[in-house]
């Protein structure tokens, strides 16, 4: 089988919208989750000398403008486009390819069938058995989520609903399901955020907490669960606010946890909440140094801030942006390829 993704500067320009968590005008909408993919495919059979042709054709159109065409062999009598016995015999001499394409937006037929034809002339060649259909609606960050497995980091055992038979005796239990939001517990850095909440937090303990860029919310509910204190989560997406606060109250912890959508400490009740004994921020290198002069005037004295997202390798942009604010390293975890800091006010 080969694959031709199309229009690659279009694609990578998606791609980036995604990684930062936010939906975009373009996204299309499925259970909840913003995810650019494509929603209609055109099969059709050919014979395999002008696959080529038609595979080339359909790329090259603006008119309906498909995002990916691919070409793969053609079963006799298990191709569910092959829909007459006529239809295959027009291909079966010549051996039998289909060739699909996907598209954003459902293609017009009479356009699409008015380009096939213009290449059905230059080769000679009849397509056989066109068919246009849109795809399933499936949420693919929740589809290859599902079956992750849980997740043991320090004290906690992070879980979905399908795994609560499985919670090791003596472990602190957080229930996080597949999520449009990031955090559940299979990346390093939160691993290794969980790690040092494990190590940090006491129960009993009382102490003003906050999780910058909460996403699932999993950091919040560990503090939460650890030591019973009440915990302000924020994050930039009001879509993992919503879904912080779901999962909160799905471990029990809601009344301890107050989320809102915030860029860094631009929410007022980050604001008056400060200072704070513990802030947890898991996002990405270069907004944790922009935030730097934030952590340093909104954590307490003798606080601790606990970073993640960063690469092994940003770890000495981000500590002396830390160093210069009065930040001082107490020490760090390095997980695979990731780094999580502990730091001292």
């Given amino acids: ?134 795809m399933p609606k499936i949420d693919w960050v929740t589809r290859s989520l599902e079956g992750l497995d849980p997740v043991r980091a320090g004290r906690f055992f992070i879980h979905g609903s399908h795994d609560a038979a499985r919670i090791p005796a003596g472990a602190i239990p957080i229930r996080i399901d597949a999520a449009q939001a990031f955090g559940t517990g299979h990346h390093e850095t939160t691993a290794g955020c969980l790690e040092f909440i494990s190590e940090c937090v006491r129960p009993g303990v009382k102490i003003n907490a906050l999780d910058i860029g909460t996403g699932t919310g999993v950091l919040a509910i560990a503090i939460a669960k650890r030591a019973r204190v009440n915990v302000l989560a924020s994050d930039i997406d009001p879509v993992s606010v919503a879904i912080a ?47 730097a002069p934030a952590f340093a005037t909104r954590l307490k004295p003798g606080g601790t801030l606990i970073l993640s997202g960063l690469l092994a390798t940003q770890e000495p942009m981000i500590a002396s942006a830390m160093r210069m604010q009065g930040l001082k390293l107490v020490t760090r975890k390095p997980i695979g390829d990731w780094m999580t800091l502990r730091l001292a006010r």
């Avoid at 500067?9 to 919208?17: F, K």
């Avoid at 913003?34 to 090259?60: G, H």
């Avoid at 809601?254 to 809102?260: C, D, L, M, N, R």
Wanted: charged share 25%.
């Fill in 245 to 291: 606060k779901a999962n909160a109250r799905v471990n029990g912890v809601g009344p301890f946890i107050s989320a809102v959508p915030a860029k860094g400490f631009g929410h007022p009740a980050l604001r008056a909440r400060a200072p704070y004994d513990l802030i947890v921020a898991n996002i990405l290198a270069r907004p944790l140094v922009a935030l």
């Fill in 1 to 134: 089988m080969r694959l031709w993704p199309c229009h690659r500067n279009r694609r990578q320009q998606a791609h980036r919208g995604f990684r930062q968590g936010g939906p975009q005008k373009s996204d299309r909408q499925f259970s909840g989750a913003y995810i650019a993919v494509p929603l209609w495919k055109a099969s059709f059979i050919i014979p395999y000398e002008a696959a080529d042709a038609f595979s080339d054709a359909l790329e090259a159109a603006v008119r309906p403008e498909a995002l990916a065409v691919s070409m793969s062999e053609a079963e006799p009598g298990t191709s569910p486009l092959v829909k007459t016995a006529s239809d295959w015999n027009e291909v079966e001499a010549h051996g039998a390819w289909r060739v699909e394409a996907l598209y954003e937006d459902e293609p017009d037929e009479t356009v699409l069938r008015e380009r096939l034809a213009q290449t059905e002339r230059e080769t000679g060649t009849t397509v056989a058995g066109l068919h246009i259909e849109p």
